[in-house]
């Protein structure tokens, strides 16, 4: 099996607010995330590609167009956990390169979320 991968940034805000208010979460702050983006594949095309990097392009649009320096608590219909982060970035690249095999998100230079059917 071949694995590649691709990272992506973007700043943004969130409040975590179904969190009880004594949650460092619960007030408004913001991460520089790094959304890690996971393809597969048991054979490589014509190119010698899982799948060029070049194409997931799209992906750093939809980020710069969506994410990037917005507040989270407006974009998502889920609370803004990197959980659900890397689940929504999962189904949206899922959509559209069927070799997408994880997603993982930071908030934080410690801590790493990760979707992985
Ligand atoms: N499982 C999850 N736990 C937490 C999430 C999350 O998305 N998934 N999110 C948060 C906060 O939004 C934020 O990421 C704070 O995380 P935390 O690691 O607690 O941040 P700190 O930098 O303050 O932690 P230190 O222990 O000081 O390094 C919380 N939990
Ligand atoms: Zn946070």
Same mark, same amino acid.
């Given at each position: 099996?071949?694995?590649?991968?691709?990272?992506?940034?973007?700043?943004?805000? =969130?409040? !975590?607010?179904? /969190?009880?208010?004594?949650?460092?979460?619960?007030?408004? $702050?913001? @991460?520089?995330?790094? &959304?890690?983006?996971?393809?597969?594949?048991?054979?490589?095309?014509?190119?010698?590609?899982?799948?060029?990097? =070049?194409? !997931?392009?799209? /992906?750093?649009?939809?980020?710069?167009?969506?994410?990037? $320096?917005? @507040?989270?608590?407006? &974009?998502?219909?889920?609370?803004?956990?990197?959980?659900?982060?890397?689940?929504?970035?999962?189904?949206?690249?899922?959509?559209?390169?069927?070799?997408?095999?994880?997603?993982?998100?930071?908030?934080?230079?410690?801590?790493?979320?990760?979707?992985?059917?």
């Amino acid at each position: 099996m071949f694995r590649i991968t691709k990272e992506f940034h973007f700043s943004a805000s =969130h409040q !975590l607010d179904h /969190l009880p208010a004594c949650h460092q979460c619960a007030r408004l $702050h913001g @991460h520089n995330y790094i &959304v890690v983006v996971e393809l597969a594949a048991a054979d490589l095309n014509a190119d010698g590609f899982v799948r060029d990097y =070049h194409e !997931l392009a799209a /992906l750093k649009d939809y980020i710069d167009g969506t994410f990037d $320096h917005r @507040h989270l608590n407006d &974009v998502l219909d889920c609370p803004s956990t990197a959980e659900h982060m890397a689940r929504h970035f999962y189904l949206w690249c899922k959509a559209r390169w069927p070799e997408v095999a994880a997603v993982k998100v930071s908030e934080t230079p410690k801590t790493w979320a990760e979707y992985r059917p």
